[in-house]
């Protein structure tokens, strides 16, 4: 884990509903700034909450949803000036994040900022979402020094009798403990997938549970793991047991477990896997004949300048 993100200076960004949610469950736990964007429709947050309004628009596009994002560069620049680190959290399961977070994390690249990424991605029945946010966890990725997923579509194969809400609460609480328990030891680096599961009285069914949907991942290449243990009121021979059993499965590679009390009667268990991003090219099929320096589109994200991105809309404009 990278150990040069000092506490202190770091600004946590909550993107969209599920972003600013997660980000005030985690302020309530450390010491942390913080900065929401949101819609007008999810404008519920008062304290530094920035709204990203398309003003008439019911359902504007992604790109008009970034356009209306560049209005407010300058005051989210005056807040994320002094920080160097920055940790965004948001879905790329809506068309809101989707938008947004490419360019985010662009801008604040340019900057110089040192960046942390925690992205949802979406169900596999999400058909309209999945290019849209593959794509976009592309461009995350390259910004990102750390990028953290959670797949929705492999929680969904390994907890297929859950409702909408209690998966969204497993996973968010998945986000948030983790950020947490990394605050001051520092982020994962690089790009990792989180494996998770409904919390249960038998820390061995935790395990296997999330262990099945790290299994339902499709990872290829792991370069480490991290695990998260959460043992209520466990006794040790069975958190001994599943260290044991974990070092069996991983004797290749790097694994570290972190045991963190907690005050509830059920246990749980995060696993945190560093691989690479080539689970998700199958959500842009264009990936395997593209040279990745080439683009087809004039999107913003893809330009390095921050600076000529207007003007790559007054193109568009003059050319209607």
């Not at 509903?17 to 900065?35: A, F, P």
């Not at 920035?50 to 790109?63: F, G, H, L, R």
């Not at 945190?272 to 999107?299: A, C, G, H, K, V």
Request: hydrophobic residues 40%; negative net charge.
């Amino acid at each position: 884990m990278s150990d040069n993100n000092e506490g202190h200076d770091l600004l946590i960004i909550g993107v969209g509903e599920t972003g600013s949610k997660i980000t005030m469950d985690v302020i309530k736990e450390i010491n942390s700034q913080y900065l929401l964007l949101n819609t007008k429709k999810n404008s519920k947050y008062i304290s530094n909450n920035i709204i990203i309004d398309t003003v008439s628009w019911i359902k504007p596009p992604i790109s008009k949803i970034r356009e209306s994002f560049f209005e407010h560069i300058d005051k989210i620049s005056a807040i994320v000036k002094n920080h160097n680190n920055i940790l965004i959290i948001g879905n790329l399961a809506s068309k809101f994040g989707i938008a947004i977070i490419p360019l985010l994390t662009n801008i604040l690249k340019i900057g110089g900022k040192e960046i942390f990424s925690f992205v949802i991605m979406p169900f596999g029945f999400e058909k309209r979402k999945i290019f849209l946010s593959g794509v976009s966890l592309s461009f995350i990725n390259n910004y990102s020094k750390s990028t953290v997923i959670i797949d929705n579509n492999s929680f969904l194969k390994n907890n297929p009798e859950l409702s909408f809400p209690e998966c969204f609460r497993i996973t968010n609480n998945a986000i948030k403990d983790i950020i947490i328990s990394s605050y001051h030891k520092g982020f994962p680096s690089e790009f990792n997938v989180v494996a998770t599961c409904k919390e249960s009285d038998n820390i061995e069914d935790v395990f296997t549970n999330s262990l099945a949907m790290f299994n339902n991942s499709n990872i290829e290449t792991i370069k480490k793991s991290f695990m998260f243990i959460y043992p209520a009121k466990e006794k040790i021979d069975k958190i001994d047991s599943i260290i044991k059993t974990t070092e069996r499965i991983a004797n290749d590679i790097d694994n570290e477990i972190d045991i963190i009390s907690n005050a509830d009667n059920l246990a749980k268990i995060h696993l945190l896997i560093q691989t690479n991003n080539s689970m998700f090219s199958s959500y842009d099929p264009l990936n395997q004949f593209i040279p990745p320096n080439n683009f087809l589109d004039f999107e913003p994200e893809t330009n390095q300048n921050i600076k000529e991105i207007s003007y790559l809309r007054n193109i568009e404009t003059k050319t209607i």
